[in-house]
């Protein structure tokens, strides 16, 4: 169950907020390490100059992120949790992106994630009345191009050398080669031209 996906209640039921408020979500450890990801996003994330891209990644690979060789990450792109990333050799994220890394979100090499993409493993059951908090896993493969303000919902992969086109919301698996545009996302064509020497 995705935040796209709106089921059809057929019984009427008062929404739990105070189960949903004291559930626990996160372990002590992780809530440790989201408020230490706090403390240090804003002063020495956000501030590098845009050019040191190894500083970023060096902070992030602290917080235990794995990232690949030659990555570049502006310093506007918002990471919820670092140590649920991952990221191959010659990644782009651009600026103000959103890695809303509650689950692991998996980046492959050479993929560009464009200006104010929005990458969200995370959600809720909408058809439970507490509504428990949902982390499941986005992959997005090798090669890939994730267009300007695309969003990517929960459980998505996202096969090799394909494309999403500005703007789309995909909530459902896209196969390799694949050029997807449109809310919801449709394949419209092929990419089968590109290949991994091509990039």
């Known amino acids: 169950m995705t935040q796209c996906?709106?089921?059809?209640?057929?019984?009427?039921?008062?929404?739990?907020?105070?189960?949903?408020?004291?559930?626990?979500?996160?372990?002590?450890?992780?809530?440790l390490g989201r408020l230490l990801w706090d403390t240090v996003e804003g002063?020495?994330?956000?501030?590098?100059p845009r050019q040191i891209?190894?500083?970023?990644?060096?902070?992030?690979?602290l917080f235990g992120a794995r990232i690949g060789d030659n990555v570049?990450?502006?310093?506007?792109?918002?990471?919820?949790?670092?140590?649920?990333?991952?990221i191959g050799d010659d990644v782009a994220v651009g600026d103000r992106a959103i890695l809303y890394s509650l689950g692991r979100i998996r980046i492959g090499a050479r993929t560009c994630i464009s200006q104010q993409a929005h990458?969200?493993?995370?959600t809720h059951d909408a058809t439970r009345?507490?509504?428990?908090?949902?982390?499941?896993?986005?992959?997005?493969?090798?090669?890939?191009?994730?267009?300007a303000d695309a969003f990517i919902g929960p459980a998505v992969h996202i096969g090799n050398y394909s494309i999403v086109g500005?703007?789309?919301?995909?909530?459902?698996?896209?196969?390799?080669?694949?050029?997807?545009?449109?809310?919801?996302?449709?394949?419209?064509g092929s990419r089968k031209t590109i290949q991994s020497h091509d990039l």
């Open 129 to 147: 009345s507490d509504m428990p908090l949902l982390k499941p896993p986005i992959e997005i493969g090798e090669g890939v191009w994730i267009c």
């Open 119 to 122: 990458i969200c493993a995370g």
């Open 43 to 48: 002063p020495f994330f956000r501030w590098t």
């Open 166 to 188: 500005a703007r789309a919301v995909v909530v459902k698996d896209v196969p390799d080669h694949s050029v997807v545009v449109g809310n919801p996302g449709r394949v419209i």
């Open 72 to 86: 570049h990450i502006h310093p506007s792109v918002r990471i919820a949790i670092p140590w649920n990333l991952e």
């Open 53 to 61: 891209w190894w500083i970023r990644n060096a902070i992030l690979r």
């Open 5 to 31: 996906d709106y089921p059809i209640m057929t019984t009427h039921h008062a929404l739990d907020i105070a189960a949903n408020r004291s559930a626990q979500k996160w372990t002590p450890r992780e809530l």
